[in-house]
């Protein structure tokens, strides 16, 4: 048996793995033959599952017994059922499957103009909190990440004589046409997720969502952030329908 090689362009490698048949069937006159599909890899340094181009690699094999399938096809009388005939119907059959199917292969989003308000925040910070009439000192470190679409941050703070952590990502959904956000720390394993927009009058961008309460039980929570400056944000967390912040938080860039 020989491998044969064909290349398919703006085909996702998943929609190849989850829609292409192990086999496909040419009877040409007395002899049938019987290509298989081996392997699919990608060809470029897009990745599996993005990919823009796609090679299968087949194994033909003749004068096996013909089996009834819903991709044989008999070639024209007196034509010659080639192996580049076969391939070529190969590659077509494949591609009008994968094409009008739901995974096609996208574009790689970039970051916009949204973007740029999130890399203001890279760097260093030093962190005050403040609730309860007391306050606790710490350190966040900002960074963009995953292309230039999320800024990935990394607290270390005291809280009350205790070690707090908590992690960070946010980004612009251009779908949603919102920012959106997702924060994680030592003192839960329920995330809080937010979502909101930002006013460039004010420079405050505003965040509603849900997470867990001062009870670990659900609740809804707003935060509105302010960068007056470069180096400085102001930020005030609201924990259900409260019109005072449950606790604040100032940010000044360490250089």
Request: aromatic share 8%.
């Amino acid at each position: 048996m020989a491998a044969r090689r064909i290349a398919l362009t703006g085909v996702p490698m998943q929609s190849v793995r989850g829609r292409f048949r192990r086999s496909y069937s040419c009877v040409c006159g007395s002899t049938p033959r019987q290509w298989y599909i081996v392997a699919a890899r990608s060809a470029g340094g897009v990745g599996l599952l993005n990919t823009r181009v796609i090679v299968l690699e087949l194994v033909g094999e003749g004068d096996r017994p013909l089996r009834t399938s819903s991709r044989s096809s008999t070639c024209s009388a007196g034509g010659l059922c080639t192996e580049e005939r076969v391939m070529r119907r190969i590659a077509v059959a494949g591609l009008v499957v994968v094409l009008t199917g739901p995974a096609v292969a996208q574009d790689t989003p970039k970051p916009g103009p949204e973007h740029e308000l999130l890399k203001k925040r890279e760097g260093i910070w030093s962190t005050t909190m403040k609730a309860g009439g007391m306050e606790f000192k710490g350190a966040v470190t900002y960074k963009m990440e995953l292309g230039g679409l999320w800024l990935v941050g990394s607290m270390d703070s005291d809280l009350g004589g205790q070690r707090f952590y908590g992690k960070s990502l946010d980004t612009y959904d251009a779908g949603k046409k919102k920012y959106v956000g997702v924060w994680f720390d030592s003192m839960s394993t329920t995330p809080m997720t937010m979502q909101g927009t930002y006013n460039k009058d004010k420079k405050t961008l505003t965040m509603v969502g849900e997470g867990p309460g001062m009870d670990g039980k659900p609740a809804k929570w707003k935060s509105v952030s302010e960068m007056p400056d470069n180096d400085t944000v102001h930020l005030s967390m609201y924990a259900g329908d409260g019109k005072d912040p449950m606790f604040t938080v100032t940010y000044k860039r360490k250089k």
